[in-house]
């Protein structure tokens, strides 16, 4: 028996399917049925364009009326780039309304289910909820903080370590794996990495994907004292673009660094490291809404510190390296404790050819 919950979750498989392609908007699906039959799909390709519930309904047509609709986000009551999809629900005549979330956008906020039960249609909220929201938690974090959602992404063996003592840490994980790292690149607005990185990798923090020509995310580099070398790959701005994250005093040494097409943020350094704070307030006003961090150990421990971790996505090698200096994915100042550790709750393990991903969430309250 087909009930609300397997409708609602074909429209958030619908909705996941452009990850990454709608930034900054929300990953919208949406499903219509008349007598136990679908009438009508639709899901939010890219922001800009009609969103999902125009989709369903111009599909459904005539069929829309008295039927039901699936939305994985509450219909948008306000005029955007794009006209309220409330309205349009309400005037396709539709009986019923199933709506996975409330939409978290100051404007909308309920509005949107308000207008349709004005209107005399039964609607219902929550249905698959907590799927809704993971699928939206960087649209979410971005309504509630206006910063960028924050993704620490390392890969580690299974003692803990992501790299040898002298740095050497290519390949921790199999080919399946770092594959999947660069689908998950194609799906954030940017990435992040420190200036030891660049000095010791050189590298191009590009998508290479096998099957198609994938998105280069913005490139952050966080190099309070503007070491990162001209002719380092990341300023090569041809294919992808370059925010280097620095200290105003270094303001001197720009010129060289724009004729490359380079972009500088300079933000405040408060006990000798980058304002991190400041800096995402300020990517967000650049229009960045998610940002995967592949730093290294001390970039991790500043975002850790900091309290600015929204996801961590942890690659496990079956390999054990041993050694007391091998390198940690995150280092810093040491606690003294065991209960000063960040508690977090794992959501997700798979395994990734011979690899495992934990996807981990820190623990709220």
């Given at each position: ?6 409708y609602?979750q074909?429209a ?24 136990g039959?679908?009438?009508g799909?639709g899901?939010h ?5 009609p ?11 005539e069929h ?5 609709i699936?939305v ?10 794009t006209?309220?999809?409330a309205?349009l ?27 349709l039960?004005d209107?005399?249609?039964?609607v ?9 929201r993971?699928l939206?938690?960087?649209?979410i974090h971005n ?6 959602f ?9 003692d ?5 003592y002298n740095g050497?840490s290519?390949?921790?994980?199999g ?6 790292v ?10 992040l ?14 998508t ?6 994938g998105?280069?995310?913005?490139r ?7 070491r990162?070398p001209l002719?380092a790959?990341?300023?090569?701005t ?5 925010i280097i ?8 040494k720009a ?11 300079y ?6 490291q980058?304002?991190?704070?400041t800096?995402?307030d300020?990517l ?11 730093g290294?150990?001390e970039?991790?421990?500043s975002?850790?510190?900091?309290g ?5 996505l942890?690659y ?7 050694g007391r200096?091998?390198i940690?994915p995150?280092?810093g ?9 960040m ?15 934990i ?7």
């Amino acid at each position: 028996m087909k009930n609300d919950q397997y409708y609602m979750q074909l429209a958030l498989d619908l909705a996941a399917s452009a990850t990454g392609k709608t930034n900054p908007n929300p990953l919208v699906g949406s499903v219509i049925v008349k007598d136990g039959a679908i009438v009508g799909t639709g899901l939010h390709r890219k922001a800009g364009e009609p969103h999902a519930e125009v989709h369903a309904v111009r599909m459904a047509g005539e069929h829309a009326k008295d039927a039901t609709i699936y939305v994985t986000l509450e219909p948008c009551s306000h005029f955007g780039k794009t006209p309220p999809c409330a309205n349009l629900v309400k005037e396709a005549g539709v009986k019923r309304v199933v709506i996975a979330m409330e939409d978290p956008n100051p404007a909308v906020a309920g509005r949107g289910i308000q207008l349709l039960r004005d209107a005399g249609i039964e609607v219902e909220v929550g249905v698959l909820e907590i799927e809704a929201r993971r699928l939206n938690e960087r649209f979410i974090h971005n309504m509630i903080t206006a910063r960028p959602f924050v993704i620490s992404k390392f890969a580690m063996t299974l003692d803990g370590k992501i790299a040898a003592y002298n740095g050497h840490s290519q390949w921790i994980t199999g080919e399946e794996a770092r594959a999947d790292v660069h689908e998950l690149r194609d799906q954030v607005d940017a990435i992040l990495v420190g200036i030891g990185t660049v000095l010791t990798d050189n590298p191009s923090l590009t998508t290479r994907l096998p099957d198609r020509v994938g998105k280069n995310p913005i490139r952050i580099v966080l190099d309070r004292q503007l070491r990162t070398p001209l002719d380092a790959t990341v300023c090569q701005t041809s294919t992808a673009r370059t925010i280097i994250v620095t200290a105003e005093e270094q303001q001197h040494k720009a010129p060289a660094f724009e004729k490359l097409g380079v972009e500088l943020l300079y933000v405040p350094v408060v006990n000798d490291q980058l304002d991190l704070n400041t800096m995402l307030d300020e990517l967000y006003k650049r229009g960045i809404t998610d940002i995967l961090v592949e730093g290294g150990g001390e970039v991790n421990a500043s975002f850790l510190r900091a309290g600015l971790i929204q996801k961590f996505l942890v690659y496990v090698a079956p390999k054990v390296l041993g050694g007391r200096n091998s390198i940690t994915p995150f280092t810093g100042t040491d606690v003294e404790t065991v209960e000063a550790a960040m508690l977090l709750d794992f959501a997700e393990v798979e395994k990734v050819g011979a690899d495992l991903r934990i996807t981990a969430y820190p623990k709220e309250g």
